[in-house]
C-alpha cells in the first residue's frame, strides 16, 4: 500500500518533506521504523528520538497504518 | 500561537496588564550572534504548526490553572530571524512575582523541549545546522 510520508528539520535533508512510500498492507509505525531505517541508515539515530503522528494526533508504535494515509515524523523538538 | 512577522513584545506587554496582577514577566528568546565558537548570520524556525499551536495553548493552559494566573501567552516565530530579533516570546501575569516568574520558565522549558517546532543555525561562513535542544525528547 502507498503512504505519504511528512518529515521536518534535519530529517528533509534525507527524505524529501512530502514522500510517496510503498510498505506492505497493515504495516505498524514500528515496520515503517525499520522499514525507513533500511532504505536510510543515515536517519537511524534521528528515527529513534523522533515521534509519529497521524492526522494531528502522536501514535504510538503498534498503530496500524492505512492505505493512503499521511504520517508525520516529528524529529526532537528545538525551539525557542 | 506560531507567526511568521516580528514579534511586537510592546504589544504583548500592552495586553497583559490587569488590575489584580502586580507581576508582569516578559521573557523574549532573542538570536545570538554566536553558538559553538560559531559565527551565526540568521536562524530558520520551521513547525508542524496545528500540532505546535495545540501544543503551545495546552501548555498555557495548564500553567494558568497550576499558578493561578491572571494572564498568560506564548508567541513563536517562524522563518528567517535575525540576531537579536525574537523568535520566541513568553509573558505571564499574577498577583505577584514569584509566581510569574516560576509560570514563566514551566512554559518556555516545556515550549522548548515538547512543541514540534526546530532551528537551523545558519552561520557567517555559509554552512547550517539543524538545533538540537539539550532536554528535548
Given at each position: 500500500?502507498?503512504?505519504?510520508?511528512?518529515t521536518?528539520?534535519s530529517?528533509k535533508e534525507?527524505?524529501?518533506?512530502?514522500?510517496?512510500?510503498?510498505?506492505?498492507?497493515?504495516a505498524?509505525?514500528s515496520?515503517l521504523?525499520?522499514?525507513?531505517?533500511?532504505?536510510?541508515?543515515a536517519?537511524?539515530?534521528?528515527?529513534?528520538?523522533s515521534?509519529?503522528?497521524?492526522?494531528?494526533?502522536?501514535v504510538?508504535?503498534e498503530?496500524?497504518?492505512?492505505?493512503h494515509e499521511?504520517?508525520y515524523?516529528?524529529?526532537?523538538?528545538?525551539?525557542? | 500561537m506560531?507567526?511568521?512577522?516580528?514579534?511586537d513584545l510592546?504589544?504583548?506587554?500592552?495586553?497583559?496588564?490587569?488590575a489584580e496582577?502586580?507581576?508582569v514577566?516578559?521573557?523574549?528568546?532573542?538570536?545570538r550572534?554566536?553558538?559553538?565558537?560559531?559565527?551565526?548570520?540568521?536562524?530558520e524556525?520551521?513547525a508542524?504548526?496545528p500540532?505546535a499551536?495545540?501544543?503551545?495553548?495546552?501548555?498555557v493552559?495548564?500553567?494558568?490553572q497550576?499558578?493561578q494566573?491572571q494572564?498568560?501567552?506564548?508567541?513563536?516565530?517562524?522563518?528567517?530571524i535575525?540576531?537579536?530579533?525574537?523568535?520566541v516570546?513568553?509573558?505571564?501575569?499574577?498577583?505577584?512575582?514569584?509566581?510569574?516568574?516560576?509560570?514563566?520558565?514551566y512554559i518556555?522549558?516545556r515550549?522548548?523541549?515538547?512543541?514540534p517546532?526546530?532551528k537551523?543555525?545558519h552561520?557567517?561562513?555559509?554552512?547550517?545546522?539543524?538545533?538540537?535542544n539539550?532536554?528535548?525528547?
Amino acid at each position: 500500500m502507498k503512504i505519504t510520508l511528512v518529515t521536518f528539520a534535519s530529517l528533509k535533508e534525507f527524505l524529501p518533506a512530502d514522500t510517496e512510500i510503498t510498505i506492505e498492507q497493515q504495516a505498524t509505525i514500528s515496520e515503517l521504523r525499520r522499514e525507513l531505517v533500511q532504505r536510510i541508515p543515515a536517519i537511524a539515530n534521528i528515527l529513534k528520538s523522533s515521534r509519529f503522528a497521524v492526522m494531528e494526533a502522536l501514535v504510538d508504535d503498534e498503530t496500524v497504518l492505512h492505505e493512503h494515509e499521511i504520517v508525520y515524523i516529528i524529529p526532537p523538538s528545538s525551539g525557542g | 500561537m506560531i507567526v511568521t512577522e516580528p514579534i511586537d513584545l510592546a504589544t504583548l506587554l500592552q495586553q497583559a496588564h490587569r488590575a489584580e496582577a502586580g507581576a508582569v514577566v516578559l521573557f523574549s528568546g532573542e538570536v545570538r550572534n554566536n553558538h559553538k565558537n560559531k559565527s551565526v548570520n540568521y536562524l530558520e524556525y520551521e513547525a508542524y504548526i496545528p500540532m505546535a499551536e495545540t501544543a503551545m495553548e495546552a501548555i498555557v493552559q495548564q500553567a494558568i490553572q497550576q499558578w493561578q494566573l491572571q494572564y498568560a501567552a506564548a508567541v513563536h516565530r517562524i522563518g528567517k530571524i535575525k540576531v537579536s530579533e525574537s523568535a520566541v516570546a513568553v509573558i505571564t501575569a499574577h498577583a505577584h512575582r514569584n509566581e510569574a516568574y516560576e509560570a514563566n520558565q514551566y512554559i518556555i522549558e516545556r515550549i522548548k523541549s515538547e512543541v514540534p517546532i526546530w532551528k537551523c543555525e545558519h552561520y557567517t561562513d555559509g554552512t547550517h545546522e539543524w538545533g538540537k535542544n539539550e532536554r528535548s525528547l
